[in-house]
């Protein structure tokens, strides 16, 4: 799916000489989109059911838990 990609990593000040990227999809791709929502499906689903004040939210490629109590133990 991918061809001709490639990627340096930088972190502190390294940067790696490129890299080749041989598998994959596409950011962009309709199928990256279905794929996502797959693997992260058990991700959301940690906060049904719990506990109703409780909630995750996820929108494209960010997930948020938001939880509410009385105090930090609870």
Not at 1 to 20: A, F, H, N, P, V
């Amino acid at each position: 799916l991918l061809q001709g990609r490639r990627t340096k990593l930088k972190c502190d000040g390294y940067l790696s000489e490129w890299i080749s990227i041989t598998n994959g999809i596409g950011q962009g791709d309709p199928l990256s989109m279905i794929l996502y929502i797959i693997y992260n499906s058990d991700l959301v689903d940690t906060a049904k059911g719990r506990n109703k004040q409780e909630l995750a939210l996820a929108f494209i490629v960010d997930t948020a838990f938001i939880a509410t109590s009385k105090d930090f133990q609870e």
